[in-house]
C-alpha cells in the first residue's frame, strides 16, 4: 500500500501503517478505551489518546520486523519515531472519517486478492478455502467483518492520500527553467588568503598565551572518567536452556538486590570480577565491538547518578543473545582544567591561528576594496574553470551560491568567502553560458525531485490542516521505557 507516495515523495519517508503493523490494529476496527490512566496517554487525537502502552507494543513488533532485536524497541529515538508513525496515522483516520469516504465492492476484492496470504487460500480448483481464512483471521484475533473493515479502511486512507500525492507543479514550464537554472555555467578565478601563509607573521606574548588560557579554560579540560569492575554471564552452548534461564534471573537479582557490591553474584554463580580503568562517555578505548562494555547502555548506566554518587551496581544489561553484564564505579575522575605547562603547545597553536586568520581576513578585504574599484586587474586570480550546479567542480557550500548568485549583467563580479579557521577566498566571475549538450537523464531526474518537493510541500500543507482538525494535543512526554533485569 501507498507505493504510489513513495514513488512520488521519497524525501518524506512516508512509511505509514503497513510498515508498523497492520492497520487494524491502531483505526476504529477495534473500539479504543476512553478508560486508561490519564498518566499513560501521550497524545490525543480527536479526544482519543494514543497510549504508552501502544508505543511500546508497535515498538516491539516493529523490532521484530527487522530482525527480532528488542533492544532497537527500547531506544527512545525509535519510540518517538513510532509515536510519529501512530500520530500521523491517527491524523489520516481522522480524516477519512470526516471526509466519509467510500470504497467500492470491486475495488475492495480487488485488493483482498493482492494480500499474498489471501491468494495462498484458493485450492488448485479455484475454490477459496473458507476454514483456513477463517482459521488465519482467529489467530490474529479477528473475525470476518473486523477484517473486512479494516481493509477497506486501508482502501480509503489509500485513496486520500495518493490524491495529495498526485500534486504538480502548477506550469511545466517552471521545471525546465529550474533546470536549465542547474545548468548554467560561469567561469571562476580563485584568490585565497589562507590562514596558515601568515603564521610566520604572528608571535603571541606570554602574557596574550595566559589570558588565552584563563578566557577558555573549557578548550583545555580532560574529559571526567570513571574506573570501574564488572562481572560478566555467559551462558554455555552445551548448557540447558532453562538452567541458563534461572542463573540470568539469579545474575540480575543478586546484582540489583545487593547492589553495593558484584562480589554476592560473582561468588554464587563462579564468576570473576574484572577492572577497566579510564572508561569515558564514549566507552572504553582498544575494546572490541562485541565486548560487553562496548554496549551503549551499560556505558549510560554507568555514568547515572546512582552508579556515580551511590556507587550502586547498574542492573544487569543482555548485551547480545546469552551475554548479561553488571557493573560498577570504584573511582570517579571529574573534569578538571588541564595546567597551562601541560597545554603551553596547544594554547601558543591556537592563539597562533586566530591571529593568523585576523591577517588573513584584513588582507582579503583589502584586496576586495580594490577590486572594486578597478574589476578588471585580475592579478593574483589562479586558472580560470568553468562551474555549475550540476558541476561544482570543487566549490560546496556558500563559496558555490555566492558565485551562482552574482549579477550577469554586471561582469566580472567579485565574492568574497569566509573560512572560519581557514581564511578567505576571493572569486572573480567574468563570463557565463549555457552548456552546448544537455544530459536528458540528469534533466529527467532534476524535474522528478522537483515534482517530489512540490508533493512533499503540499502534503505538509495537508496534514496541518486535519492535525488542526482533529485538535492534536500533547499530553505527557514519551519517556524511555521502564526496564527490568536482563533488558
Known amino acids: 500500500m501507498f507505493d504510489t507516495v513513495r514513488k512520488h515523495q521519497k524525501l518524506m519517508q512516508f512509511a505509514l501503517m503497513l510498515v508498523i503493523v497492520p492497520s487494524f490494529a491502531f483505526f476504529g476496527i477495534a473500539s479504543y478505551s476512553d478508560f486508561l490512566d490519564k498518566e499513560t496517554d501521550l497524545m490525543k487525537v480527536a479526544g482519543r489518546p494514543i497510549t504508552a502502552q501502544e508505543v511500546d507494543n508497535a515498538a516491539k513488533r516493529q523490532a521484530e520486523r527487522v530482525g527480532g532485536n528488542l533492544q532497537i524497541a527500547q531506544s527512545l529515538q525509535f519510540r518517538q519515531a513510532i509515536l510519529n508513525e501512530l500520530l500521523q496515522q491517527r491524523i489520516l483516520g481522522f480524516a477519512v472519517s470526516d471526509l466519509r469516504l467510500q470504497v467500492g465492492k470491486e475495488a475492495l476484492i480487488k485488493s483482498l486478492q493482492n494480500i499474498p496470504q489471501i491468494r495462498a487460500l484458493y485450492k488448485p480448483d479455484g475454490s477459496f478455502d473458507d476454514a483456513r481464512f477463517k482459521q488465519l483471521l482467529a489467530n490474529n484475533g479477528l473475525n470476518e467483518e473486523q477484517f473486512y473493515a479494516s481493509q477497506a479502511f486501508d482502501l480509503k486512507i489509500s485513496q486520500l492520500v495518493n490524491s495529495v500525492a498526485r500534486t504538480e507543479l502548477s506550469s511545466p514550464k517552471l521545471s525546465e527553467i529550474i533546470s536549465t537554472l542547474y545548468e548554467t555555467e560561469r567561469q571562476v578565478q580563485a584568490l585565497p588568503f589562507d590562514a596558515k601563509n601568515y603564521l610566520a607573521k604572528v ?8 589570558a588565552f588560557y584563563n578566557a577558555n579554560a573549557k578548550l583545555f579540560e580532560s574529559p571526567e572518567f570513571i574506573d570501574i569492575e564488572y562481572i560478566v554471564l555467559k551462558a554455555d552452548p552445551k548448557e540447558d536452556a532453562k538452567v541458563f534461564s534461572e542463573k540470568a534471573d539469579q545474575f540480575a537479582n543478586l546484582t540489583y538486590d545487593q547492589s553495593d557490591s558484584l562480589k554476592p553474584a560473582a561468588d554464587k554463580l563462579k564468576l570473576s570480577i574484572q577492572s577497566q580503568k579510564g572508561v569515558t562517555r564514549s566507552g572504553p578505548s582498544g575494546i572490541s ?30 548485551t547480545s543473545p546469552g551475554v548479561f553484564v553488571s557493573a560498577r564505579v570504584v573511582v570517579f575522575h571529574p573534569a578538571q582544567t588541564l595546567p597551562f605547562k601541560d597545554v603551553a603547545v596547544e594554547v601558543k597553536r591556537q592563539v597562533s591561528q586566530r591571529a593568523a586568520e585576523k591577517l588573513a581576513v584584513s588582507a582579503a578585504a583589502e584586496r576586495y576594496a580594490e577590486l572594486q574599484k578597478d574589476p578588471k586587474n585580475a592579478s593574483g586570480f589562479g586558472s580560470a574553470f568553468w562551474v555549475s ?31 572560519p579557521g581557514a581564511g578567505v577566498t576571493l572569486y572573480r566571475v567574468d563570463q557565463i ?17 522537483i515534482q517530489a518537493l512540490a508533493a512533499q510541500s503540499e502534503f505538509a500543507g495537508f496534514m496541518t490542516y486535519w492535525r488542526d482538525s482533529a485538535k492534536v494535543k500533547t499530553i505527557n512526554p514519551l519517556k524511555p521505557p521502564s526496564t527490568g533485569a536482563g533488558s
Open 389 to 419: 550546479r550540476n558541476k561544482p567542480t570543487n566549490l560546496v557550500g556558500s563559496a558555490l551560491d555566492d558565485v551562482m548568485s552574482v549579477n550577469p549583467d554586471q561582469l566580472p563580479a567579485y565574492v568574497s568567502v569566509n573560512t
Open 433 to 449: 553560458r549555457q552548456p552546448t549538450a544537455v544530459d536528458a537523464k540528469v534533466h529527467k531526474a532534476q524535474s522528478q525531485q
Open 289 to 318: 565491538r562485541d565486548h560487553p562494555l562496548a554496549n551503549p547502555k551499560v556505558v549510560q548506566s554507568l555514568f547515572g547518578d546512582e552508579a556515580v554518587k551511590n556507587k550502586r551496581n547498574i542492573e544487569a544489561v543482555q
Open 203 to 210: 608571535n603571541p606574548s606570554q602574557e596574550e598565551l595566559q
